[in-house]
């Protein structure tokens, strides 16, 4: 049998938890009147470059959500590990997107935007914060609490 290591749980374990503190948070309406839903869920997850993930941090809390609303992205939950050696250099983040071409388009319109590119060279003058970045985009299961 192959012993499955701490990182390799991780995943799976915070996409689980991730999902029913969310179907606690969301009740979407197109659910209650039986409707499917169409929208996506993009699960993100940063590296930090080393030492930089409070820069990392405050450029989220500061600017970066406002500007992922601003570009009609939906800010569902972000999370930092509890143990090491994730917890010193790791940022998982949820959005919501109405589908995968309007990600694309939004996605390309918040790169596009002067504010993002004025705030990104602004957090950056000592290099980058991330050395990686992971996308995955998921759709919620039929029995999802939250769809």
């Known amino acids: 049998m192959t012993k499955?290591?701490?990182?390799?749980?991780?995943?799976?374990?915070?996409?689980?938890a991730c999902g029913i503190c969310l179907g606690i948070v969301f009740r979407p309406s197109s659910a209650a009147h039986g409707q499917p839903s169409t929208r996506v869920f993009e699960i993100r997850t940063y590296t930090a470059a080393d030492g930089k993930l409070d820069a990392l941090h405050a450029r989220f809390r500061d600017h970066t959500l406002?500007?992922?609303?601003?570009?009609d992205m939906t800010n569902v939950g972000y999370f930092k590990p509890q143990d090491a050696p994730l917890k010193q250099n790791t940022l998982i983040y949820?959005?919501?997107?109405?589908?995968?071409?309007?990600?694309?388009?939004?996605?390309?319109?918040?790169?596009?935007?002067?504010?993002?590119?004025?705030?990104?060279?602004?957090?950056?003058?000592?290099?980058?914060?991330?050395?990686?970045?992971?996308?995955?985009?998921a759709d919620p299961t039929d029995y999802s609490p939250m769809k």
């Not at 499955?4 to 689980?16: C, E, G, I, K, S």
């Not at 596009?112 to 990686?132: H, I």
């Open 4 to 16: 499955m290591t701490y990182p390799t749980l991780l995943f799976p374990m915070l996409v689980f």
């Open 66 to 71: 406002a500007l992922f609303k601003k570009h």
């Open 94 to 137: 949820i959005l919501a997107h109405p589908s995968r071409e309007a990600a694309a388009k939004n996605w390309q319109a918040f790169h596009d935007d002067p504010e993002w590119q004025k705030v990104k060279a602004a957090s950056e003058t000592e290099g980058p914060l991330t050395t990686k970045i992971e996308s995955v985009f």
